[in-house]
């Protein structure tokens, strides 16, 4: 159980374009997803929390307008990059919060390619 | 169907014991094992395995990977009140799949 997927898993975009991901809890509600970008090194960055019906909070120094988020219901998260450009090319990773619980379930990831 | 599998579930202590983590994996492409500690905002990143039988060491932390059983350990020594958070284990190539983690409380 709990199981949280996102798709597409890999995307290769043309700088300027806008990409979207998914991301889904499968057997569970979410009241609360989370958006990651993982950088060299491994390291993971929170980028927002995402709470169903209502706006997402972004973290110090993401953009809102190019990172755009939409949690419609409790079981999906959208995160869409805008005008993507190369240095968007990373690892997003998504991750969500049981109802009621305090434990996250990561998803898969998605690779981002902006050519 | 590719899995990560931490054990055990949780775990508590007492300051100053040490402690073992455990993560097991089947993905069909494996490229390296990565350990995090989450506390409130992202997992920070503690150690990535490539290779087996080579312990990473950082602190009181360490870490080694047995690719041939497919399973990793993460050892804590001397635990301290400030370690207490969830660990997580992920496995990584195309894609990376997370455990579902292990939560460590130490008690003081």
């Known amino acids: 159980g709990a199981v949280v997927s996102q798709h597409p898993s890999r995307v290769i975009c043309k700088s300027g374009t806008s990409v979207k991901i998914e991301c889904r809890s499968l057997?569970?509600?979410?009241?609360?997803m989370f958006w990651y970008r993982q950088f060299p090194k491994q390291s993971l960055m929170l980028m927002a929390t995402?709470?169903?019906?209502?706006?997402?909070?972004?973290e110090q120094g993401v953009e809102k307008d190019k990172f755009l988020i939409n949690h419609a219901s409790l079981t999906l998260s959208t995160l869409t990059v805008t005008s993507a450009h190369p240095e968007d090319s990373s690892f997003y990773i998504c991750?969500?919060?049981?109802?009621?619980?305090?434990?996250?379930?990561f998803g898969p990831g998605t690779r981002l390619t902006v050519l | 169907e590719d899995k990560v599998v931490q054990s055990p579930l949780s775990l508590v202590v007492h300051e100053g014991d040490t402690v073992t983590l455990n993560c097991s994996y089947e993905?069909?492409?494996?490229?390296?094992l990565l350990w995090y500690k989450q506390e409130k905002k992202a997992p920070t990143f503690l150690f990535m395995l490539?290779?087996?039988?080579i312990e990473k060491k950082s602190g009181r932390l360490s870490s080694i990977l047995d690719k041939k059983e497919l399973f990793s350990i993460l050892n804590i020594t001397a635990t301290q009140t400030g370690d207490s958070a969830v660990y997580l284990c992920?496995?990584?190539?195309?894609?990376?799949?997370f455990g579902k983690g292990t939560r460590l409380h130490i008690l003081p």
């Open positions: 995402s709470n169903e019906g209502s706006k997402a909070t972004y």
């Open positions: 991750s969500a919060l049981r109802a009621g619980t305090d434990t996250q379930y």
């Open positions: 490539t290779s087996s039988g």
């Open positions: 057997d569970f509600q979410a009241t609360t």
């Open positions: 992920a496995v990584g190539d195309d894609k990376i799949i």
């Open positions: 993905v069909t492409n494996f490229r390296s």
